[in-house]
């Protein structure tokens, strides 16, 4: 039901090698019908005001591109991703770790976790005897990356291979660390900076993703 590690086998191999990058064979209309919830969740949100979601959503959305980029990078020149998703898994895959279905659930991904704070974002739990405690934030951050991580781990065990982990020592503990809780900590974090700061935060992380796009597409790299 889970898998922990990648197995380094032919098969998970000859799976990423069969993948096929931003093809249309196996599009369908799901891919509009997500893209207009995410427009609904987006505009509601930006209708009410509550811009710190918002800021939320696209701060997670931003670290997520550049994950992603980067892990198309390492398949480039090492051979093989971090991750893959296969093509039997989606209607369409933008880049060899990322499928629409995937990329638009974590443009949700920050909402969801800020949404999940508590309405006093400053509170800190395990303050007891006069300790400083821990952050909401980062406590929220941990607990969202876990089952992020858990749920990566069961679509990496799903017999149409959803996830693909070449590498033995890529798994679910190097997910955890290093992929889902920096995209939780910017979810968490970002809307409270202060706004000068946010703003450069978001305008640099957006035109870092857009430069290599715009440049990496075009060469084939990714």
């Known amino acids: 039901m889970f898998k922990f590690w990648g197995d380094g086998s032919d ?9 096929k990058v931003r093809d249309t064979s196996n599009f369908n ?14 505009w509601s949100e930006i209708r009410k005001k509550n811009y710190e979601v918002v800021y939320a959503g696209l701060a997670l959305y931003g670290v997520h591109w550049l994950y ?7 398949g480039h020149f090492a051979g093989y991703p971090l991750w893959s998703v296969s093509n039997e898994s989606t209607t369409f895959i933008l880049l060899i770790g990322v499928c629409w279905e995937l990329s638009m659930m974590f ?11 508590p309405d006093d974002r400053n509170k800190r739990y395990f303050t007891k005897g006069g300790k400083k405690g821990i952050s ?14 858990l749920v990566e781990s069961f679509l990496a065990a799903t ?12 798994g679910v503990l190097p997910v955890f660390i290093t992929t889902y809780v920096p995209f939780f900590l910017a979810s968490n974090y970002v ?5 000068r700061k946010r703003k450069r935060f978001l305008i640099c992380l957006w035109s870092l993703v857009a430069i290599l796009l715009v440049v990496l597409i075009p060469l084939g790299i990714i």
């Open 191 to 195: 809307p409270d900076m202060e706004p």
């Open 159 to 170: 017999s149409n291979h959803s996830f693909i982990w070449v590498y033995k020592w890529w």
């Open 136 to 149: 909401c934030k980062l406590v929220g951050a941990i607990e969202m990356a876990l089952l992020f991580a």
């Open 107 to 117: 443009m949700l991904a920050g909402i969801i976790s800020f949404k999940m704070l």
């Open 11 to 19: 098969l998970s191999k000859s799976l990423v090698d069969a993948i």
């Open 68 to 74: 992603e980029i980067c892990n198309a990078v390492i």
């Open 29 to 42: 209309w799901t891919f509009i019908f997500i893209l207009a919830v995410i427009f609904y969740v987006y």
